[in-house]
């Protein structure tokens, strides 16, 4: 049985993650949200105004009532800047297994960024909320997306044919990976 607990910082040795706050609006659009580039790979296309990004990101907050909501602002640590988010975009209470998503500003990338936050989220659902199962999927033509997930743990389950959209409504396959609970305790323990 899931032990919800909601959203709650997670500090690494380079970031902050914590919920988001009406007041990331603006660094949400410039860092990301605004450049194709970032959602390139993503089911949503870039936002083409300020207060297209300011409504998304009030329903987001708003959303943290719900102790189901697991959403997470990337920022860094020393600086405070808003670099990107990861989620809980599925959750399937009845076998305990959510989906994560995730995006992360072009700047940033590779740099280890994404893989440190994927790693203390994984633990995190593992350890404080007790997901048996956690996966997440990326469009096939982005394979650096499976390699934050490889780094994690996770493991290529396969591809899912035509089964995705794109921002430009296009089908297009995508890898499905995944992790248990007992191979993320084994791989952090050993």
């Not at 209470?93 to 790693?119: H, P, Q, R």
Request: glycine share 6%; aromatic share 10%; net charge positive.
């Amino acid at each position: 049985m899931l032990n919800h607990i909601g959203t709650n910082n997670i500090t690494t040795s380079r970031l902050l993650l914590r919920k988001f706050k009406k007041e990331d609006s603006k660094e949400v659009f410039e860092n990301w949200a605004k450049n194709p580039e970032n959602v390139k790979y993503l089911g949503w296309k870039a936002h083409e105004t300020i207060d297209e990004t300011k409504e998304i990101v009030a329903k987001w907050v708003n959303g943290y009532n719900n102790k189901k909501v697991y959403r997470w602002c990337i920022t860094l640590k020393d600086s405070g800047e808003v670099i990107g988010g990861i989620d809980v975009v599925d959750l399937i209470e009845k076998t305990d297994c959510c989906e994560i998503g995730y995006v992360l500003s072009k700047k940033f990338w590779n740099k280890g960024i994404m893989t440190e936050a994927l790693n203390s989220v994984l633990e995190y659902l593992f350890q404080k909320v007790g997901f048996h199962r956690i996966q997440a999927k990326h469009n096939i033509n982005n394979p650096a997306s499976g390699k934050v997930m490889a780094k994690c743990g996770m493991k290529k389950e396969g591809i899912l044919r035509n089964s995705e959209k794109t921002n430009s409504n296009k089908w297009c396959d995508v890898a499905i990976y995944s992790i248990l609970e007992n191979e993320f305790k084994e791989e952090n323990d050993g």
